[in-house]
């Protein structure tokens, strides 16, 4: 046991090492009031666990909300038609969904069985004609560098087969 001196820490001065034997090892024990440290092989705190009926403070609480839910939200509909903006706004963002932005439908021409370099030009040509703005281009240019991508991909995967049945 650590001697109770200016040194030890006050949470320290009530702590124990567990006695050593062949099967355990040597474990940290909580002897003091107040410890909530428990390790394994220690009896438990409360063998009965807990008693039937006792809930959580939060189950309580949010049993409590949902039983005066409907009367929040017939008090905020109400403010709402005498003309509170805030309420209004509350209400509103719980029924409609955020609109998202969406880019625009474009047409021009990309010759698809080009090499990558020259659609990616096809699209800057596009973009400084006007034909396409500057951020439906930069997502036109990413996925067709995601198509290459998945074309290298498939490229390499048959070159791997064909080496592997060369070997065999």
Do not use: C, H
Not at 76 to 99: C, F, H, I, T
């Amino acid at each position: 046991m650590y001697p109770p001196d200016a040194g030890t820490p006050q949470w320290l001065q009530n702590y124990r090492a567990a006695q050593k034997t062949p099967e355990t090892k040597s474990i940290t024990v909580a002897t003091g009031p107040g410890s909530a440290r428990w390790v394994k092989g220690m009896p438990s705190p409360n063998p009965k666990g807990r008693p039937p009926g006792i809930r959580e403070r939060k189950a309580k609480i949010t049993e409590r909300l949902l039983d005066q839910a409907g009367a929040v939200i017939d008090v905020m509909l109400e403010k709402a038609l005498e003309g509170d903006a805030a309420a209004a706004a509350l209400v509103v963002n719980r029924v409609l969904p955020v609109l998202r932005p969406q880019s625009e439908k474009v047409t021009f021409t990309l010759n698809a069985d080009a090499s990558i370099s020259k659609q990616v030009e096809q699209v800057l040509v596009a973009i400084s004609q006007g034909e396409v703005a500057p951020d439906v281009g930069k997502k036109i240019i990413e996925a067709v560098q995601s198509l290459a991508n998945v074309r290298a991909v498939e490229d390499l995967e048959q070159r791997i087969m064909m080496l592997e049945a060369r070997t065999l």
